[in-house]
């Protein structure tokens, strides 16, 4: 009854295509500059979307760029500790930690040649983004603790070590 030991893990794993405002402009933030009466669903002769169906709007068919412009993130974390606490004496305790965390992150973006723009000046010739990042932070920690009464007084000391460390790629 002297030792004690603890443990815990979490792991989570998320995929998402959604195109949002993080990435590129919201796609249905142009919804407020169309009239109702637009049809968004309207297709031009080679069946695409058209990329404005009002004419006197200035903003893009919401429609066409989730239709057109694929984009995928995945993200995954891992979080792990243990834990030990060791009490020789009533009034003193060692105790230390480790902890481990990682979180990847990948993102691809592919919008394929021509994907429009109602910019009269913006020529696309297509575009591939990928990035991927990991972050990992190893943390641990020792402490060193003593309490104890002297008559009507009580002592306390702590010592700690502790490290953090963090590595972004």
């Given at each position: 009854?002297?030792?004690s030991f603890r443990a815990s893990g979490y792991y989570s794993n998320s995929k998402s295509d959604r195109v949002d405002a993080s990435e590129v402009s919201d796609p249905f933030f142009s919804?407020?500059?169309l009239t109702p009466l637009s049809n968004l669903l309207e297709r031009d002769d080679n069946g695409?979307?058209?990329i404005q169906p009002d004419p006197r709007a200035v903003e893009e068919n919401p429609l066409y760029v989730i239709e057109n412009l694929n984009i995928n993130r995945e993200r995954s974390r891992?979080?792990?500790?243990f834990g030990a606490e060791y009490s020789p004496f009533s009034w003193?305790?060692?105790?230390?930690?480790l902890s481990y965390d990682r979180s990847d992150r990948d993102y691809r973006e592919f919008?394929?040649?021509?994907?429009k723009s109602i910019d009269p000046e913006a020529e696309n010739e297509g575009e591939i983004e990928k990035e991927s990042f990991v972050q990992?932070?190893?943390n641990y920690d020792f402490t060193l603790s003593f309490n104890r009464d002297f008559g009507d007084f009580t002592g306390r000391s702590q010592f700690k070590y502790q490290?953090?460390?963090?590595q972004f790629e």
């Open positions: 009854d002297n030792v919804l407020q500059f695409e979307l058209l891992f979080l792990g500790n003193m305790t060692f105790s230390g930690s919008a394929d040649k021509g994907f990992e932070a190893l490290v953090e460390d963090t």
